[in-house]
């Protein structure tokens, strides 16, 4: 079964850090485009970013300059580096990827079950 395992939320003060980490598991062969994406309370989801296979990134508005997406595509894994974090970053967080090119299944499209970052003030 090919899934997306996220970890690394947790509860932070302001101006604190944490480290998202997103790993794809089972028979890949190659993963497209990888993401975060965040949904707070009341809100609806949004992009916070992304990073294709060859390292392309794109951000939020919102967190660029204190968030850094990164990828190992040997592990098939995506990390959120996040930093000076904002009580408005509060939110379940998780991980997409696209263009899964599994061994069975073609291509998907996976989720992860996500993670709840609190940062509180």
């Known amino acids: 079964q090919v899934k997306l395992v996220e970890s690394g939320g947790g509860l932070v003060q302001a101006g604190g850090s944490l480290r998202l980490s997103c790993a794809a598991s089972g028979r890949i062969h190659s993963i497209n485009g990888m993401g975060w994406y965040r949904q707070a309370p009341g809100k609806q989801r949004e992009l916070v970013a992304g990073i294709s296979m060859s390292g392309y990134t794109n951000y939020a508005n919102s967190v660029k300059g204190r968030f850094t997406i990164s990828r190992d595509n040997a592990k098939n894994t995506v990390y959120l580096q996040m930093n000076r974090l904002k009580p408005e970053d509060t939110a379940v967080y998780y991980c997409?990827?696209?263009?899964?090119?599994?061994?069975?299944?073609?291509?998907?499209?996976?989720w992860g079950q996500g993670t709840l970052v609190t940062v509180s003030s």
């Open positions: 997409e990827a696209d263009g899964v090119d599994t061994e069975v299944d073609g291509y998907l499209e996976l």
